[in-house]
């Protein structure tokens, strides 16, 4: 059974029109000099990576990814950005924005 339908027939047309895309998330290294620590169960943790999320409203939230300072195999742990780092805040909008952009510049499926 072929189940191909040319984009122009108006049913794709209407289906590509009302898409939900349910998640958009990013992540997002964080350079050497912002990165900080952070303690859970007595355990420091260096914060590393941010998951960037667009939220169906428009606004961001992140939350912040991190392995033990102190190494080894301990898991990846999350951790919410902590909201007196402006330059988070920044580093945060900075990569909704570039993630913007090359979504927008995607070339198709390769």
Same mark, same amino acid.
């Given at each position: 059974?072929?189940?191909?339908?040319?984009?122009?027939?108006?049913?794709?047309?209407?289906?590509?029109?009302?898409?939900?895309?349910?998640?958009?998330?990013?992540?997002?290294?964080?350079?050497?000099?912002?990165?900080?620590?952070?303690?859970?169960?007595?355990?420091?943790?260096?914060?590393?990576?941010?998951?960037?999320? +667009?939220?169906?409203?428009?606004?961001? &939230? !992140?939350?912040?990814?991190?392995?033990?300072? *102190?190494?080894? @195999? =301990?898991?990846?742990?999350?951790?919410?950005?902590?909201?007196?780092?402006?330059? +988070?805040?920044?580093?945060?909008?900075? &990569? !909704?924005?570039?993630?913007?952009?090359?979504? *927008?510049?995607? @070339? =198709?499926?390769?």
């Amino acid at each position: 059974m072929n189940h191909r339908h040319s984009p122009d027939d108006p049913e794709v047309r209407a289906a590509l029109a009302s898409l939900d895309v349910s998640a958009l998330a990013v992540n997002v290294t964080v350079p050497e000099a912002l990165r900080w620590t952070d303690v859970r169960r007595d355990q420091e943790f260096t914060l590393s990576t941010l998951n960037v999320r +667009l939220l169906p409203d428009g606004t961001l &939230a !992140a939350k912040a990814y991190g392995r033990p300072t *102190a190494g080894g @195999r =301990g898991a990846y742990v999350s951790f919410p950005v902590p909201a007196d780092r402006p330059e +988070l805040t920044a580093l945060i909008e900075a &990569a !909704a924005t570039r993630a913007s952009a090359l979504w *927008a510049a995607h @070339r =198709g499926l390769g």
